[in-house]
């Protein structure tokens, strides 16, 4: 087999490599976070994977106020907005990272960096004997990992030939070649559905429907092992006939036959602030596990294997 060299200068823009993941596929991973998103889903717990950008991220509950951002930033970006606090407006900031240098309380930092493909590689090598003992591995996850497709197909491929079990999530609205490339290179697909009615996903994540079915659909045709990934949402999809209508489609036009369900939890309301965005779900409670068993029931007596909960693939 001929082996394309390594590009050197590929690199890609994420903002974190989670170790130690047991979430996100089989044993113990480490879960790379693409930075930047298609689609703005109302309940997102990462706002900060949305952006393609680096963003300044400040935390509010380490802050002394002192001022030092405001007064040391060049371009005039940190504002002080109450009750939130100093925060960045992301169209003045130049990412010059003064504020951050300045603030003492660590109260600010950039989230998001281009990292190159081999300095990445080299972060994930660190854990090859914890993927090796537990049946673990690599997932690439985001943000939506596939928009920086030729990163991800890289990194796929030097972990597969290193051996290393390798996963990707994706939320599926892109052209169906950025995903059927990968495919071979691939261990595991976790892919999300958030809606069954196009006017209500819209509504809810900005973006239609039918590509995401229709790149749903071909995935389930030519790649066995793969997991739909539903977040459970009060509100948007948390009723036994929306859920009975996904779980419909995926029984009836798919071939898939694992199914997690993901209970809506309000983690990224500090992140939000920190950003200085709205959060559309900040007075949503959480949903429990306990709530979600009759909708897994509905999909099991659909021939559907759901659990409740990300446990692994
Ligand atoms: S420099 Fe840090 S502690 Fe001081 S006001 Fe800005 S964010 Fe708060
Ligand atoms: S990173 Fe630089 S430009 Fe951006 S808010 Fe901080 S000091 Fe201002």
Redesign the pocket.
């Known amino acids: 087999m001929i082996r394309r060299p390594d590009n050197p200068d590929l690199s890609a823009t994420i903002f974190e490599i989670e170790r130690y993941a047991t979430e996100d596929g089989p044993g113990i991973r480490s879960v790379v976070f693409f930075k930047g998103c298609n689609l703005r889903c109302r309940w997102c717990q990462n706002p900060e994977s949305q952006s393609p950008r680096p963003q300044v991220m400040?935390?509010?509950q380490?802050?002394?106020?002192?001022?030092?951002?405001?007064e040391?930033c060049p371009a005039e970006a940190?504002r002080?907005i109450a009750p939130l606090?100093?925060i960045t407006d992301p169209e003045k900031c130049v990412l010059c990272g003064a504020?951050v240098d300045?603030?003492?309380?660590?109260?600010?930092e950039i989230v998001g960096e281009r990292m190159p493909l081999d300095a990445i590689m080299d972060e994930l090598r660190r854990d090859k004997a914890f993927y090796e003992q537990s049946g673990g591995g690599v997932t690439f996850s985001g943000g939506e990992p596939l928009l920086q497709a030729e990163a991800v197909h890289e990194l796929a491929r030097r972990c597969k030939a290193e051996g290393i079990h390798t996963a990707v999530e994706t939320a599926g609205h892109l052209p169906w070649a950025g995903i059927a490339g990968l495919l071979p290179r691939l261990d595991l697909l976790y892919f999300d559905l958030k809606h069954i009615d196009s006017e209500a996903h819209r509504a809810y994540t900005g973006v239609p429907l039918d590509i995401i079915l229709g790149n749903l659909r071909r995935a389930s045709e030519c790649f066995d092992n793969m997991i739909v990934r539903i977040p459970v949402v009060p509100g948007v999809n948390a009723d036994a006939q929306t859920l009975e209508r996904m779980f419909a489609f995926l029984a009836g036009k798919t071939r898939v036959k694992r199914v997690e369900l993901l209970p809506f939890h309000r983690l990224g309301l500090a992140k939000y602030e920190g950003l200085g965005l709205s959060y559309a779900m900040a007075e949503v409670d959480n949903l429990g596990k306990e709530q979600c068993r009759p909708f897994a029931e509905i999909g099991g007596a659909m021939g559907l294997s759901v659990q409740v909960g990300a446990e692994g693939g």
Do not use: L, N, P
């Open positions: 400040y935390h509010k380490r802050c002394t106020a002192c001022r030092r951002c405001v040391v940190v002080e606090g100093f504020c300045a603030c003492f309380s660590g109260a600010r």
